[in-house]
């Protein structure tokens, strides 16, 4: 399958910081990628629809002022939680769009934790 | 609002027994992904079934697409430690030929004990 990488994998920031995170496609270009949030048990939230070289689509409810996405290339997506606080805290994971149009293809996940 | 409700939220059995799991939605997927997820980690694509009726096997796990794409099971056959995690699905709602959302349930989180 594709591989997507994703860095850091852990970061601890003061409050009031920014942190950017990285999400990769190693082996094939990614028009679209995917960013998501996870509480703990939980499923997945998504958070953003990244789109290539345009603006990223962000679902109901997130602040795309706090979280900053860009997608400059085809194999590279940003997010960066801006000012972050201790309610940021949580695991955000990427994801690319695969072979066929539904799949994607996750990275390992980045655990913040902002104190 | 699409929903795809999964179901059973937990399960632990000893190692050998058979279970499933099972994905219902109201909604029309255009494909359903079923994904393993491990503690600290992303979730792993097991497998996609794209045809209404679809059976998809990978060795112990037998996955199938409803007959008109609104819900999905997933079989593990003698389960065993190593299928612990946390099972996802998630539904397809492409319909226009690009990258499309997916619609993920809640998570079936397995824990097989030898």
């Known amino acids: 399958g594709a591989v997507v990488s994703q860095h850091p994998s852990r970061v601890i920031c003061k409050s009031g910081t920014s942190v950017k995170i990285e999400c990769r496609s190693l082996d094939f270009q990614a028009t679209t990628m995917f960013w998501y949030r996870q509480f703990p048990k939980q499923s997945l939230m998504l958070m953003a629809t990244?789109?290539?070289?345009?603006?990223?689509?962000?679902e109901q409810g997130v602040e795309k002022d706090k979280f900053l996405i860009n997608h400059a290339s085809l194999t590279l997506s940003t997010l960066t939680v801006t000012s972050a606080h201790p309610e940021d805290s949580s695991f955000y994971i990427c994801?690319?769009?695969?072979?066929?149009?539904?799949?994607?293809?996750f990275g390992p996940g980045t655990r913040l934790t902002v104190t | 609002t699409q929903l795809l409700e999964q179901s059973p939220q937990f399960l632990s059995i000893q190692e050998g027994e058979n279970l499933t799991v099972y994905c219902n939605s109201s909604s029309v997927f255009s494909s359903l992904q079923w994904y393993r997820q491990e503690p600290g980690e992303g979730p792993v694509l097991l497998v996609t079934?794209?045809?209404?009726?679809e059976v998809k096997k990978l060795k112990r796990l037998t996955f199938q697409f409803g007959d008109a794409r609104k819900d999905s099971s997933l079989h593990i056959t003698a389960a065993q430690p190593g299928d612990t995690g946390l099972y996802l699905c998630a539904g397809g709602m492409n319909y226009g030929g690009s990258q499309g959302n997916l619609i993920f349930g809640k998570g079936t989180k397995l824990s097989v004990k030898p």
């Open positions: 079934v794209v045809t209404g009726g």
């Open positions: 994801s690319a769009g695969g072979g066929t149009v539904d799949e994607q293809y």
């Open positions: 990244s789109n290539e070289g345009s603006k990223a689509t962000y």
